[in-house]
């Protein structure tokens, strides 16, 4: 007769495992970038008596703008070389850099005062404060590599017509009120040829965008009009989040408004702290 009784699973309960075994956590994310106060060290302060000037300048524009939107720009042409490093040394470096390509082409790099970006190219060395720089958008979508919507699809392309004509769609119905519109390939199905077939038929921009927290956001943009390509890596560099987006600039790489008044109140402190 057989009895309902079952004997447990051996391997199973205490004293089953060794006493040495640890449990192994996936490791955290670390290295995010944040604003840590820096005060450059100054023997003589009349000796950068011109990058203070420019520091007072760049904190009014950072208020001005906060309140009223828009953008300002301070010249750094002027500057001698002992201004020059002393600004590039309180401005330091945050999270996102950019690269402009055209005529000139010019380097972005954003400060740890977000929405305080340092420009720089052939004729070209100048602060801009705003929510991204004005380059930025206005060069961002001329091509570099043309796009080929309609190019026929090699063996595999399977979804990828589909979601190219929906970001032409919304490409070509976008106004600066429409919502931003997310195409999310790692929710999606599609195949390795799919990706590489978007990525071709949308072509090349004229802006890449870099922007670190935790992990790296890469973004660049189209050759089709408010179409940007925005990879979200992790710490290990693997891809997490794949999207195309429709949008005039993708948010992760923008300052808002509450950014600006505080980095005006703490470029203030450091020029407090130095007079």
Not at 7 to 15: A, R, V
Request: overall charge negative; glycine content about 8%; some cysteine.
């Amino acid at each position: 007769m057989q009895t309902p009784f079952v004997l447990p699973p051996t391997g199973f309960g205490p004293g089953t495992q060794a006493e040495d075994d640890t449990l192994e956590y996936i490791a955290l994310p670390s290295g995010m970038r944040t604003y840590t106060p820096h005060t450059p060290e100054v023997d003589d302060p009349a000796s950068v008596a011109p990058a203070l000037a420019v520091l007072h300048q760049i904190a009014h524009a950072c208020d001005t703008v906060a309140e009223g939107g828009g953008r300002a720009q301070v010249s750094l042409a002027e500057l001698s070389d002992v201004a020059r490093k002393f600004l590039a040394d309180t401005l330091g470096q945050g999270e996102v850099s950019m690269k402009l390509r055209g005529v000139p082409a010019i380097a972005v790099q954003e400060s740890v005062f977000a929405g305080v970006w340092v420009l720089r190219g052939a004729g070209v060395d100048m602060c801009e404060i705003g929510p991204v720089p004005e380059q930025a958008v206005a060069r961002a979508h001329v091509p570099q590599r043309a796009a080929t919507p309609d190019a026929p699809g090699a063996p595999g392309v399977v979804n990828a017509p589909a979601l190219l004509e929906e970001l032409m769609d919304k490409s070509r119905a976008w106004t600066r009120d429409a919502p931003v519109h997310v195409v999310n390939l790692t929710l999606l199905p599609h195949t390795p040829e799919d990706l590489d077939h978007m990525a071709m038929a949308m072509g090349d921009g004229a802006v890449t965008i870099l922007s670190r927290g935790y992990g790296n956001c890469r973004i660049t943009a189209a050759a089709v009009p408010h179409v940007w390509r925005v990879q979200f890596f992790n710490s290990s560099d693997t891809l997490i989040l794949d999207t195309w987006e429709v949008t005039e600039m993708p948010e992760v790489a923008i300052a808002a408004s509450e950014d600006l008044s505080d980095s005006a109140a703490r470029i203030r402190d450091v020029i407090g702290a130095i007079q």
